[in-house]
């Protein structure tokens, strides 16, 4: 079974600065996608950047980039320019390539923003 | 285009009661799935339904708790004779292929 893990339970940035959240995981498969999903206290999960694990290009959505590392399987979110707007939970997700529909999260890394 | 849509958005419930929780995917969507997050912790995988039926029920626990997606009306997550130990977000999310989900936001269930 595949596990993802969250190394960092609460991380803090001050606003403008560069942070960087931490995910590994497991898994024996080569087929599959990685997320990372915003969570903030509205509780709404949103999906802020996806990665194909057969692309060796990083997927990068505007302030959010990943440090994809396939043979370490770490799959890391920057977050540069950090804005107060930020500040949520963040999960790391995992999704076969064969099934395909069930999502593994993460316990997620509650991140503060210092004004 | 709405969003997914879940109500009640709180539910709040005595032990021994049943628990309906109601999910309306996003329009087009055909593909739903239910997770439940306990305090502190990630999403948990449930039940993965298409229309009228159920594809992945591997996440459900196999007492009290079932999931329907009729052919019309929302998806439904029932819970029956609840305990304390359901209180938790209860979270559906749909897609319209197996591709990229849409979450709702949640259904918070608390057990008094």
């Known amino acids: 079974a595949q596990t993802v893990t969250q190394s960092q339970p609460e991380m803090s940035v001050q606003e403008a600065e560069t942070v960087t959240l931490s995910c590994t995981y497991d898994?024996?498969?080569?087929?599959?996608?990685l997320f990372w999903y915003k969570q903030p206290p509205s509780r709404q999960m949103i999906l802020v950047i996806r990665?194909?694990?057969?692309?060796?290009q990083n997927a990068t959505e505007n302030r959010f980039s990943v440090n994809f590392q396939k043979a370490a399987k770490s799959f890391s979110l920057k977050i540069s320019d950090s804005q107060l707007g930020d500040a949520a939970m963040y999960f790391c997700?995992?999704?076969?390539?064969?099934?395909?529909?069930?999502?593994?999260f993460g316990t997620g890394t509650r991140l503060a923003v210092r004004p | 285009n709405a969003g997914v849509m879940q109500n009640p958005r709180h539910l709040v419930r005595r032990r021994g009661q049943e628990a309906r929780l109601r999910c309306s995917p996003m329009?087009?969507?055909?593909?739903v799935y239910w997770y439940r997050q306990l305090p502190e912790e990630g999403l948990k995988f449930m039940v993965y339904?298409?229309?009228?039926?159920?594809?992945?029920e591997s996440g459900m626990p196999k007492e009290r708790f079932s999931a329907e997606f009729p052919k019309e009306g929302p998806s439904i997550l029932r819970i029956q004779q609840v305990v304390r130990g359901d209180s938790a977000a209860y979270f559906c999310?749909?897609?319209?292929?197996?591709?990229?989900?849409?979450f709702g936001s949640g259904t918070q269930l608390s057990v008094l």
């Open positions: 999310a749909s897609s319209p292929q197996r591709e990229k989900l849409f």
């Open positions: 898994t024996s498969e080569s087929d599959y996608y």
């Open positions: 990665q194909e694990a057969y692309k060796q």
């Open positions: 997700a995992y999704r076969s390539g064969d099934s395909g529909d069930k999502l593994t």
């Open positions: 329009k087009g969507h055909s593909h």
């Open positions: 339904l298409q229309k009228e039926n159920i594809i992945d």
